[in-house]
């Protein structure tokens, strides 16, 4: 997974551009490949085909220039470095037709040969798997979410283009190219202390190997970097202090910048740490009495607040169940689905799915064992999948029918608010991703099989906004998750209101 979302940027970033110029490529492609793990699994598909395509046609170029150094050393030519001596050159009766038929027949033949379109079909292939590369949108949010995972964990740059995350070494680094990229975007963010780690970052990885290469494809040189660094450091700094800058350039990218002080974590980032203290006070307990089934087969529960009332089973969901819901064949609407929800009120990239298989009724009755309510008209199951740096920002899962909107006007046809959001977790995630209730300090971590259950709504009926919560940026690891509402107006003899 790391090695995806590492490699994803390598290649997409098509050309290296400096700050003041765009930061993406202007590809059309429509598919946000960032929406999912799916998506990133499907483009590294496509990474995989076009290396081989290119190897390939290298291959047959090489091929090509066995052929002509073949050539040149059959006809073992002697230089000649004056006129006297081709003179005495062409007198040989034998040299002198030599060289008479080899430009008269040989030449045409050799020329046609160097124009000859070696490894077309190749080309051809490679345009169209070029058609299929992320677009603007695509790469911009691969820069958002490299920039949520270092600003949110407080990591060091140096640290993630090592592949050392959260203190966890992974095999996998980020290389020159991909450095001076998020160093450009940093700048264009006005974050020059970050982006001046970046670009000495770039500077330090920028052997005299990829040197070449950035000044030949990218027409950009070390001297270039030590410039971005250099304006990057007097933006967030001072023109006076200039030769401290120059002295940092000297040093290692793990000696920390002049000046470059932390500042206290937010309550935000402590949750995302899973740093805020744990309450006593709440009891686990198997759970007899929500439904007359319970009796035979109670259900592990965890108590994570009563007011409002937050829940987590555990063990709810079986193996074959969760193989069921994240089978990538079962759904082939995944292919159209790249979700780019309200950026504004959500800023959320993931790739979305609703579920309607006969098999999800046992999880449907499981529901209704776990919270004691009819699900009769719930929406259903919709199956979600997270993708690089994603996160979903503070929310409620309420739609607040008191304040005008279309959503509103809809779901008062459809069965009132969302009273109750079952969110079922069907895989674990190695770093990040957890769910945050940031106003009542409240961590879950996501657990395969289990189902973590809130009341979005007061017994008055009316939003509970304690219940706004979000999802921590994820660093490494597949977020899948199964999320159900159940509707208010469904439960009107299961759930007294006051």
Not at 189 to 195: I, P
Not at 321 to 343: C, G, H, P
Not at 409 to 416: D, I, R, V
């Amino acid at each position: 997974m790391l090695n995806i979302f590492l490699g994803f940027v390598c290649f997409t970033l098509l050309s290296f551009l400096q700050p003041s110029e765009q930061l993406i490529s202007n590809s059309t492609n429509s598919k946000l490949y960032t929406s999912s793990v799916l998506g990133l699994t499907k483009l590294k598909e496509i990474e995989d085909l076009y290396i081989d395509e290119l190897s390939d046609y290298m291959e047959l170029l090489q091929q090509k220039m066995h052929t002509l150094k073949l050539y040149l050393e059959k006809l073992q030519l002697e230089k000649l470095e004056n006129y006297e001596q081709r003179v005495q050159y062409v007198s040989n009766p034998l040299k002198a037709f030599g060289l008479l038929r080899r430009t008269h027949q040989d030449w045409p033949k050799w020329h046609n040969y160097t124009k000859s379109d070696i490894g077309a079909a190749k080309l051809i292939a490679m345009e169209q798997l070029l058609a299929k590369a992320p677009g603007n949108d695509d790469m911009m949010e691969a820069y958002k979410g490299m920039h949520r995972i270092e600003e949110v964990y407080d990591l060091e740059a140096a640290d993630m283009a090592k592949g050392l995350l959260l203190g966890k070494q992974y095999d996998a680094k980020l290389s020159t190219a991909e450095c001076l990229a998020l160093g450009d975007y940093m700048f264009n963010q006005s974050e020059f202390a970050r982006a001046a780690k970046w670009y000495r970052l770039g500077l330090y990885y920028n052997t005299e190997y990829s040197n070449d290469v950035f000044k030949q494809i990218y027409g950009f040189e070390s001297d270039e970097i030590r410039k971005m660094f250099l304006i990057a450091r007097i933006k967030g700094g001072s023109v006076d202090d200039v030769p401290i800058y120059l002295r940092e350039l000297s040093h290692g990218p793990h000696t920390p910048l002049w000046k470059s002080e932390k500042g206290i974590p937010s309550a935000y980032q402590e949750g995302c740490w899973g740093r805020l203290p744990r309450r006593r006070d709440l009891t686990c307990r198997y759970n007899f009495t929500t439904s007359p089934f319970l009796r035979l087969a109670p259900l592990k529960m965890e108590m994570i607040s009563l007011d409002p009332y937050i829940v987590i089973y555990r063990d709810v969901l079986s193996e074959q169940e969760i193989r069921l819901a994240t089978d990538q064949s079962n759904f082939k609407l995944m292919d159209e689905v790249w979700t780019y929800e309200n950026k504004d009120m959500m800023e959320r990239i993931s790739t979305a799915g609703m579920i309607y298989l006969k098999e999800f009724a046992n999880v449907n009755q499981r529901i209704e064992d776990m919270t004691g309510l009819n699900v009769s008209l719930s929406e259903e199951l919709q199956i979600v999948n997270f993708g690089l740096g994603a996160h979903l920002a503070p929310h409620g899962d309420y739609v607040n029918l008191t304040q005008p909107s279309k959503l509103a006007t809809l779901f008062t046809k459809l069965g009132g608010d969302r009273l109750v959001t079952v969110l079922f977790y069907t895989s674990d995630v190695e770093l990040g991703g957890a769910t945050l209730f940031s106003k009542l300090n409240i961590t879950v971590w996501p657990q395969k099989g289990s189902a973590l259950i809130w009341y979005n709504l007061d017994r008055s009926g009316r939003p509970d906004v304690l219940t706004e919560h979000c999802i921590c940026p994820i660093i490494v690891g597949n977020r899948w998750t199964l999320t159900q509402t159940l509707m208010e107006w469904d439960q009107m003899f299961k759930r007294r209101c006051l």
